[in-house]
């Protein structure tokens, strides 16, 4: 297990940084001037100019990523050009390790803008993670084990009901009748882990409208492997060995179902932080996907660079995580 840990810890670090200059040439080798896009909608060419030395866009495609990756290990200076810096130290910025870069549309360094915003997606996202993965894999459960039966013609055919649906048209829904006509539920906002009882209130609304999708779809694939498990031939040997019937069930066969569920649930936690932007929009919820908006409508590329790479760190360590989980289900992948 150590070495099969320490494998997949360096494929996670090589894949971050192939993952980060990719995406890196993607923003700054457009075919759009990245100093313009720095700019905001209404600049003149004389601050396009300004804005291409101060954040050093003037240089190779090279050195500007070096100065990218060393500024998140050690303190970043801007104006990038030592001589304007010289000029006009009013106008220097001491960006902190980690430095995401400086952002000259919200006037204050991207990791300070963005740091308050990360906790309010993460709690929403992991939320809606826990909310479709244990729901999802029990009404699962429940399908294989009640196979052509009333419920489990229930739970099928609600689940590809509920898959119809896109987000924003069950957040909407839900935000219409639950919230305003019902009175079920107030208007949900983020109030921090202070107030603990308040914060878990708080993120109903929002985890179930972005966990409905993947909540469908884990109905429809721990029932297919379930009952996939069900035929082989060692369930049959364990009952004839007067195992009981829920070690059967829960030990040997749903563990051997959960093998490929887990593998994909990486990918669906970071489908989920894809689709936070609209969930966010809707609810109010200030957090990365809101600010992915933001920053798009108003052409903040280094806000809307750095969320990407966020981003694609938080999957990459999700698929990390289940990969190391991967192993400890079926000890084969070690090998």
């Not at 030990?251 to 932007?277: C, E």
């Not at 809707?282 to 981003?311: C, E, H, K, M, R």
Request: net charge positive; proline share 5%.
């Amino acid at each position: 297990m150590f070495w099969y840990t320490v494998r997949r810890i360096v494929a996670g670090v090589v894949l971050l940084a192939a993952m980060s200059m990719l995406t890196f040439v993607l923003f700054y080798v457009a075919p759009t001037d990245p100093a313009r896009l720095t700019c905001g909608k209404n600049c003149t060419p004389a601050g396009i100019e300004a804005n291409r030395r101060y954040l050093g866009l003037d240089q190779s495609l090279v050195d500007q990523y070096l100065a990218f990756v060393g500024g998140l290990f050690h303190e970043r200076q801007f104006p990038n050009d030592p001589a304007l810096r010289r000029a006009r130290p009013d106008l220097v910025v001491h960006c902190e390790a980690p430095c995401l870069g400086y952002t000259p549309l919200h006037n204050e360094e991207v990791w300070t803008y963005l740091k308050p915003k990360i906790p309010v997606t993460v709690s929403m996202v992991i939320g809606a993670f826990l909310m479709w993965t244990i729901s999802g894999v029990l009404l699962g459960v429940v399908a294989a084990l009640t196979r052509g039966k009333l419920l489990d013609r229930m739970l099928v055919s609600g689940s590809l009901v509920l898959y119809s649906f896109p987000t924003f048209f069950l957040s909407m829904i839900m935000f219409e009748v639950v919230v305003f006509r019902l009175g079920w539920l107030a208007v949900p906002e983020y109030t921090g882990v202070a107030h603990f009882g308040s914060y878990l209130y708080n993120l109903v609304l929002p985890c179930v409208s972005l966990a409905h999708v993947f909540v469908a779809g884990y109905i429809r694939q721990t029932r297919i492997y379930m009952l996939e498990v069900m035929q082989e031939d060692y369930l049959r040997t364990a009952r004839a060995k007067g195992v009981r019937e829920q070690a059967v069930i829960f030990k040997h066969t749903l563990r051997a179902a959960l093998t490929p569920i887990v593998t994909v649930a990486g990918l669906d936690l970071g489908a989920a932080l894809a689709g936070a932007p609209i969930t966010e929009t809707i609810f109010n919820y200030q957090g990365l996907g809101y600010a992915t908006v933001n920053s798009v409508s108003v052409f903040d590329l280094p806000v809307t660079f750095a969320i990407v790479i966020l981003t694609s760190f938080f999957v990459i360590v999700a698929n990390l995580v289940v990969d190391l989980l991967y192993g400890v289900i079926d000890p084969r992948v070690r090998y």
